[in-house]
């Protein structure tokens, strides 16, 4: 009889190899293809809302140009032409910017904050219209008024065209 020890006879415990991460689960498939449906749907809907708003950003940076001019019946009447293209290109095909001066400032009122665009008419109407009288600081605080009722109306006005009865 050999007298060995009965612990030499023992060999070391193998693990089992560990479970391998590829290729996973089909859970994780269907995850990972809803994960990416709902990405693309995502990105156009950012991209449509970016490109939707580019005559708002366009027009902001024409007001910022304008906003560096020295004539003051000069800025007020590109002011108001910016104002009109604008709405044009916002409601294509219902022509707001071809209203008369009263009903186009009440369709600024109507189609973003009704408390801009608070001037009175007169004033605005001889700022418009009639020849201009340089230095004249009631048109250079007339416009900056509208200036800033103007940029608050670029970035915040309805896309919905409100009802307008010019009558």
């Excluded at 991209?47 to 304008?66: D, G, H, M, T």
């Excluded at 002011?79 to 009109?84: P, V």
């Excluded at 408390?115 to 230095?135: G, M, R, W």
């Amino acid at each position: 009889m050999t007298n060995q020890d009965p612990l030499a006879q023992l060999r070391d415990i193998h693990l089992p190899e560990a479970i391998s991460a590829w290729p996973p689960a089909p859970g994780w498939w269907v995850l990972l293809g809803m994960s990416t449906i709902v990405g693309i749907i995502a990105g156009r809907g950012l991209l449509q809302r970016y490109r939707s708003r580019l005559y708002r950003r366009q027009a902001l940076q024409k007001l910022s140009l304008i906003d560096t001019g020295n004539d003051a019946h000069q800025q007020l009447q590109e002011l108001f032409e910016l104002l009109r293209q604008t709405a044009d290109t916002v409601y294509y095909g219902q022509r707001f910017g071809g209203l008369s001066l009263p009903h186009f400032i009440d369709f600024l009122q109507l189609s973003g904050n009704s408390q801009c665009f608070q001037v009175d008419q007169k004033t605005l109407e001889s700022a418009l219209y009639s020849p201009p009288i340089h230095n004249d600081g009631r048109y250079h605080a007339l416009f900056t008024r509208l200036s800033k009722d103007s940029r608050q109306w670029i970035r915040c006005h309805k896309t919905r065209a409100p009802e307008i009865h010019p009558c």
